[in-house]
């Protein structure tokens, strides 16, 4: 066996993506009950990204009653709580629902005896919903960039899911589909990494990549062999 160790992304490889016209329906909804204009939430929404995902904020709520601040908006407790509500089942409704092969294939590889991670830029929201998963009994380590307070593809977040996980970054593969410069960022600390892309599916921005190529979950079989 090449590899002892498979690292995955969370969102567009194991679960759809949140970004898509979905999530700005969503966006528009959270805007609408704090009766701000979605165009100006969307704004601050993008720009609390990076606190978003680093711990910055401990909730969904927080980060919707720093953009009420922001607005000047006098929001009542229960309009926060029902923004990030909606966001917060969006998400829910998204991470219980893995791509068709995934937990077979996941399954597959825990028959083999390979170790599996995770690394994932996400909010504090993911998390709390992992959980609730029925990815999470599969996983023998799991690094939130909102726990830990990194994002990919800093090095120092690959290297924690190693150190966890015993093994050494050169044994492991790591699996995504190419947002935040992941596969380049694994790639740096010695992992060899694999982009998953799924015909079909709508997807933001992707960082361009030469490397492995996969068209579905299944197809990583074959790399572990
Ligand atoms: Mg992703």
């Known amino acids: 066996m090449n ?3 498979v690292i995955f992304d969370l969102f567009g490889t194991l679960v759809n993506d949140l970004a898509g016209p979905e999530y700005e329906v969503i966006l528009g909804q959270m805007a609408s009950v ?3 204009s979605y165009r100006d939430f969307r704004q601050l929404w993008s720009d609390t990204y990076y606190e978003r995902n680093t711990g ?3 909730s969904i709520e927080d980060n919707v009653a720093y953009i ?3 607005f000047g908006v006098q929001a009542e407790q229960d309009d926060t709580k029902r923004t990030a509500q909606i966001r917060h089942d969006f998400k829910r409704s998204v ?3 893995p791509r068709t092969d995934v937990l077979e294939v996941l399954s597959n590889l825990k028959s083999q005896d390979l170790k599996i991670g995770l690394v994932s830029n996400c909010t504090p929201a993911a998390p709390v919903i992992w959980p609730d998963t029925p990815l999470a009994s599969l996983f023998d380590v799991t690094v939130f960039s909102s726990s830990v307070g ?3 593809p800093d090095p ?3 290297l ?3 150190e966890r996980l015993g093994v050494q970054p050169e044994d492991c593969l790591y699996v995504g589909n190419g947002g935040s410069q992941e596969l380049a960022g694994a790639a740096k600390v010695g992992m060899t990494s694999v982009l998953i892309r799924v015909p079909g599916k709508y997807s933001v921005v992707r960082e361009e990549w030469n490397g492995p190529t996969i068209a579905s979950l299944t197809e990583l079989l074959a790399l572990v062999e």
């Open 56 to 58: 910055g904020f401990n």
């Open 156 to 158: 120092r977040i690959y």
């Open 150 to 152: 990194i994002l990919k």
């Open 34 to 36: 704090l009766r701000v």
């Open 3 to 5: 590899y002892e160790t």
């Open 160 to 162: 924690l899911a190693t």
């Open 68 to 70: 009420c601040k922001e």
């Open 95 to 97: 991470m219980l629902k």
